[in-house]
């Protein structure tokens, strides 16, 4: 994507539709813990720091996963919605959660160092640490 483009998508029983606008098709693939917790494996996530629009808020429920994130599910069907940064600058949306027709590809994968041995995936991209992670965070805050 040249300029930022919109998606959307609807949770699994329709009760909440969002919208993003996205600078990019890369899809960052998430080993954390708390994502492995909350999904039941890696999060496949497309990110942006635009705000979302949201409808049917009310069947959303927003959970604070740490000091420094929430995620949000519908609270009807439990479908994920986002995680984002606890000051609202910056947000993760599940890809599956997306139009299934844009043309995503894997850029790098995060918090390696936290990924099971049980599986690997081939494509060849860069690979952060947990560490490496949250330095570029704290870089980022400090512009």
């Known amino acids: ?29 998430c080993h954390c813990r708390m994502c492995q917790t909350w999904g039941g494996g890696p999060m496949f996530a497309v990110e942006s720091d635009a705000p979302m629009t949201l409808e049917g808020e009310e069947s959303v429920s927003v959970y604070a996963s740490s000091d420094w994130a929430e995620r949000g599910f519908c609270r009807q069907c439990g479908t994920h919605l ?14 599956g959660l997306l139009d299934a027709g844009e043309p995503w590809t894997i850029d790098q994968q995060i918090f390696i160092d936290e990924k099971p041995s049980f599986y690997d995936f081939v494509n060849d991209t860069p690979r952060l640490t947990g560490n490496e992670v949250f330095a570029q965070f704290e870089g980022s805050a400090e512009s």
Not at 6 to 26: F, K, M, N
Not at 85 to 94: I, R, S, T, V, W
């Open 82 to 95: 986002f995680y984002r940064l606890a000051n609202g600058q910056h947000y993760a949306f599940p890809v």
């Open 1 to 29: 994507m040249s300029a930022s483009q919109e998606s959307q998508g609807t949770c699994l029983c329709g009760a909440v539709s969002i919208r993003v606008s996205l600078a990019s098709h890369a899809v960052s693939i």
